[in-house]
């Protein structure tokens, strides 16, 4: 029933860091692309790639005290709740090694702005086949920017057997 509550919650345990709602947003995102088994289905918004699914679902887990969101700066910040990490331990996915789980960890190391960048990438290949075609998210970073999250990309795609495999 909670199934993916789970998978959610199971990317905080084994991520052991609060993670930012913009940021969690962009690291499911691109997860997704990479294969990791998560149902959120995305639209395009201002920044990127945006799961109404997904910020419903931490509302959830919220409510049921999994999650426990604080506010920080302009955004909020969700941390593993004791009873979300009891929660994970009666399904037995407490820190259950997913083969992506160094990728969940790489991704959330990255600024908001590489993730959003890698995320907007990803997403019009997706749709277009080849780049990037928001002007206003074009304009908000610099081509040595643009770079380093492509560059980024490229590493992760060289990886992915080893996510794949692990």
């Keep these: 029933m909670l199934t993916h509550h789970a998978q959610v919650l199971n990317l905080f345990s084994l991520c052991e860091k609060t993670i930012e709602h ?30 109404e699914d997904l910020f419903v679902r931490l509302e959830e887990l919220c409510n049921l005290h999994f999650l426990q ?11 593993l709740t004791e009873e979300g990490e009891q929660f994970l331990h009666t399904l037995r996915t407490k820190k259950e090694k997913d083969s992506y789980t160094s990728m969940y960890k790489a991704l959330n190391e990255q600024s908001l702005a ?13 749709m277009e086949g080849d780049g990037v075609r928001d002007p206003h998210l074009i304009s908000r970073y610099s081509d040595q920017e643009w770079l380093h999250a492509e560059t980024y990309l490229t590493t992760l795609r060289e990886r992915q057997v080893f996510y794949e495999g692990s």
């Design 114 to 126: 590489t993730l959003e960048q890698m995320a907007a990438l990803l997403y019009f290949q997706q």
């Design 22 to 51: 913009k940021k969690l947003q962009k690291i499911i995102y691109i997860a997704k692309s990479f294969g990791a088994p998560f149902a959120e289905k995305y639209r395009y918004h201002r920044l990127g790639p945006y799961s």
């Design 69 to 79: 969101e604080e506010q920080h700066n302009v955004d909020a910040v969700y941390v």
